[in-house]
């Protein structure tokens, strides 16, 4: 079985500064890792993903993560946020030979305040 | 990049009717498809993963002759909310894998459904 855990139900920020909503999962065998956003009242978007190679994976919207695979981690920084910015963030876990089922973390609200 | 889309966005019913929610593929096929359920402020919860021509694989707890799901071609999944009640209430979210072995999946922008 796989699980995912976000430390931080709510992170706020003031805007230009950095932020790092932190992700922690468990699984018994290799993973595939994901950070989606949503916006009130949509669906998920991508933002990043993690599948193999370089452990610094670059997104959309300057937002970056890194795996640490002895960690367990997953964290998604971004060194400067814009109030645009400002939503759920959810990090989200495949574990390899599994049926494509992603088992999400329970989510990061991200606030950027002016 | 790969479009799913989901009709109606918004459906507000009376206890006691039935409601069915679309969700398609734009431009790409999908065999397997999986329907999520999402209460305010909290995560996505897996409610079943829809299969084109066989039948749907329900996670536990989910009351399958209340969530029907049909999967009829390779674009579109069904998800039938039937005899709604109040507590049906909440935003329901399709996704669908894209192509190949790299699992990215791409979700539907949500239907919200409102049971009086």
């Known amino acids: 079985a796989q699980s995912v855990t976000q430390l931080d139900s709510q992170v706020p920020v003031f805007e230009e500064a950095p932020v790092e909503l932190r992700c922690n999962y468990s699984?018994?065998?290799?993973?595939?890792l994901f950070w989606y956003v949503q916006y009130p009242n949509q669906g998920l978007q991508l933002l990043l993903k993690?599948?193999?190679?370089?452990?610094l994976v670059k997104g959309i919207n300057g937002f970056e993560a890194e795996f640490n695979k002895s960690q367990t981690s997953f964290h998604l920084r971004k060194p400067s946020v814009h109030i645009s910015d400002t939503a759920e963030y959810f990090c989200a876990v495949i574990s390899s030979g599994s049926a494509r089922q992603l088992t999400f973390g329970s989510g990061t609200q991200l606030t950027v305040l002016p | 990049g790969a479009v799913v889309s989901q009709h109606p966005s918004r459906v507000i019913c009376k206890s006691g009717t039935s409601v069915k929610i679309e969700c398609r593929s734009l431009d790409f096929q999908a065999t397997t498809m999986f329907w999520y359920r999402q209460f305010p402020k909290q995560s996505l919860m897996l409610m079943a993963t829809?299969?084109?021509?066989?039948?749907?694989?329900?996670e536990q707890g989910v009351e399958k002759d209340k969530f029907l799901i049909n999967h009829a071609s390779l674009t579109l999944s069904t998800l039938t909310v039937t005899s709604a009640h109040p507590e049906d209430s909440s935003f329901y979210i399709c996704s669908a894998p894209g192509q190949g072995l790299r699992e990215t999946q791409y979700f539907g922008p949500g239907t919200r459904l409102l049971v009086l």
């Open positions: 993690y599948l193999s190679g370089s452990t």
């Open positions: 699984s018994s065998v290799s993973v595939y």
């Open positions: 829809s299969n084109e021509g066989s039948k749907a694989t329900y």
